[in-house]
T-cell receptor
Framework: SAVISQKPSRDICQRGTSLTIQCQVD?????MFWYRQQPGQSLTLIAT?????????ESGFVIDKFPISRPNLTFSTLTVSNMSPEDSSIYLC????????????FGPGTRLTVL | GQNIDQPTEMTATEGAIVQINCTYQ??????LFWYQQHAGEAPTFLSY????GLEEKGRFSSFLSRSKGYSYLLLKELQMKDSASYLC????FGGGSYIPTFGRGTSLIVHP
């Protein structure tokens, strides 16, 4: 199984600022996914981070608000820009398991509170 | 699009059996997943169904009926540590739908 770490584990930020979340995987993976989990809500896919190309964003999410970097096959960052209280959420990165069922491994998440 | 429905919350007694239902509507079907998520932790994979029927794995079993768009997760011999949120996720076909869509999760509370 893949071991995924995220930094920071939690943060409290002021409105209008930006926060960059890091995701590190202990093995090389082609795709990395970024999710948001708002209180009482489901996991919502923000984007797929592809190494060597631009991230693919889901409907409702844009690059200006959530820029993503993927410099190599084990690392990715997600930036939450110009934050507002509505961005308060848990942000998780995830990678495919590589098994035939194509399940996913999730990182521990970053709990973000925007004041 | 995909629509997934599961109860918001359930309670059960330690040692009992509980069944968590999930209904879905998808454009195509390519697998249904159940994940467990303890408060403040990452979701962890429990089961995967792609064909109709029951998949048993220890105290946990998962059932799928594709014709009814229905699945359930069955937890036997409940333990206090089973208190968690249980997420149903469905993967469809095409349009980049490699990634499953998650339901809102069912919060299970196990009490003594």
């Amino acid at each position: 199984s893949a071991v995924i770490s995220q930094k920071p584990s939690r943060d409290i930020c002021q409105r209008g600022t930006s926060l960059t979340i890091q995701c590190q995987v202990d093995s090389q993976v082609t795709m990395m996914f970024w999710y948001r989990q708002q209180p009482g809500q489901s996991l919502t896919l923000i984007a797929t981070a592809n190494q060597g190309s631009e991230a693919t964003y889901e409907s409702g999410f844009v690059i200006d608000k959530f820029p993503i970097s993927r410099p190599n096959l084990t690392f990715s960052t997600l930036t939450v820009s110009n934050m507002s209280p509505e961005d308060s959420s848990i942000y998780l990165c995830s990678v495919p398991s590589g098994r035939s069922s194509d399940t996913q491994y999730f990182g521990p998440g970053t709990r973000l509170t925007v004041l | 699009g995909q629509n997934i429905d599961q109860p918001t919350e359930m309670t059960a007694t330690e040692g009992a059996i509980v069944q968590i239902n999930c209904t879905y509507q998808t454009s195509g079907f390519n697998g249904l997943f159940w994940y467990q998520q303890h408060a403040g932790e990452a979701p962890t994979f429990l089961s995967y169904n792609v064909l109709d029927g029951l998949e048993e794995k220890g105290r946990f079993s998962s059932f799928l009926s594709r014709s009814k768009g229905y699945s359930y997760l069955l937890l036997k011999e409940l333990q206090m540590k089973d208190s968690a949120s249980y997420l149903c996720a469905v993967r469809g076909f095409g349009g980049g739908s490699y990634i499953p869509t998650f339901g809102r999760g069912t919060s299970l509370i196990v009490h003594p």
